[in-house]
């Protein structure tokens, strides 16, 4: 019976290397000289720091396009609100999400079951939802239907299986 799994992960070795090169860019570049503009990561949030509001935004948005050359979807990030911090500075907390939460992995079932396909079951797997079918045709037919659907999060469909 065909299965496969749909997941929703971060490569979090490229988001390393896409902050150090936002940050190598927030040295070089004249528009933050002064500004003492960074980003730390710890664990699975990103830290933004900055001296002003609007050069906040600027390094949020170089932070975004490394990202985005590094094929880590911007779909996986959560900003919080803009702080203010210590000396008259801001931060932008982000918190980088990895795999399906419950709620998620119900609404790829309900998707799935809304699509009335026979013989097409579901079942929740820690951070997955496996996906079994009797066709092959159908299980692709559920891909499609999935990357078509907006949950607001990266899917990837993994370990397919004849």
Do not use: C, Y
Not at 24 to 37: I, L, N, P, V, Y
Not at 86 to 91: L, W
Not at 111 to 135: A, E, P
């Amino acid at each position: 019976m065909p299965t496969f799994d749909v997941v929703s992960e971060v490569d979090f070795q490229e988001v390393r290397n896409a902050v150090d090169q936002a940050n190598r860019e927030a040295s070089t570049r004249f528009d933050f000289k002064g500004t003492d503009s960074r980003i730390e990561l710890s664990g699975n949030e990103l830290t933004i720091f900055s001296s002003t509001d609007d050069r906040l935004k600027a390094l949020q948005q170089v932070m975004e396009e490394k990202l985005v050359r590094r094929k880590v979807s911007l779909k996986a990030l959560d900003p919080g609100k803009v702080e203010e911090a210590a000396k008259g500075t801001v931060r932008l907390h982000i918190t980088i999400r990895a795999g399906l939460e419950a709620d998620h992995a119900k609404r790829v079932g309900r998707i799935v079951k809304d699509m009335g396909l026979k013989g097409v079951s579901t079942q929740h797997q820690g951070n997955d939802v496996r996906v079994s079918g009797k066709k092959r045709d159908d299980l692709q037919a559920v891909i499609a239907e999935l990357k078509e659907a907006d949950l607001g999060i990266p899917l990837q469909f993994t370990n397919f299986r004849d």
